[in-house]
């Protein structure tokens, strides 16, 4: 019955900024790993950030960390995903998804229950 919804994709210029949202409802008063996945033609669903909504628990993957900062609005049900810097190679459908678990140290090969539709963004020139 969780239901995940993202926004926020747009097409933008190469150093650019931009904050993707996912909206979460329909969930339970416990404790969830929630996670930015982005995938991009023809390449592999890579594991972007994750977050556990009951502990101050962050992780990124190495290439990005610097760059891009996931956080959360309790009050709001939302997860964000602020981008800066961007570049081309950032050009993906980004996904949020979520599981009833703590995250882990594998939390981006994980299999999670929750999806959203994703967002797209581009990252040109």
């Known amino acids: 019955q969780v239901q995940l919804v993202e926004s926020g994709g747009e097409s933008v210029q190469a150093g650019g900024s931009l904050r993707l949202s996912c909206v979460a409802s329909?969930?339970?008063?416990?404790?969830?790993?929630m996670v930015w996945f982005r995938q991009a033609p023809g390449r592999e669903r890579e594991g972007v950030a994750a977050?556990?909504?009951?502990?101050?628990?962050?992780y990124y993957a190495d290439s990005l960390k610097g760059r891009f900062t996931i956080s959360q609005d309790k009050a709001k049900n939302t997860l964000y995903l602020e981008m800066n810097n961007l570049k081309p190679e950032d050009t993906a459908m980004y996904y949020c998804?979520?599981?009833?678990?703590?995250?882990?140290?594998?939390?981006?090969?994980?299999?999670?229950?929750?999806w959203g539709q994703g967002t797209q963004v581009t990252v040109s020139s």
């Open positions: 329909g969930y339970t008063a416990i404790d969830y790993c």
């Open positions: 998804a979520a599981d009833t678990i703590a995250c882990g140290t594998n939390w981006a090969e994980y299999e999670y229950s929750y």
């Open positions: 977050l556990d909504t009951g502990r101050p628990t962050r």
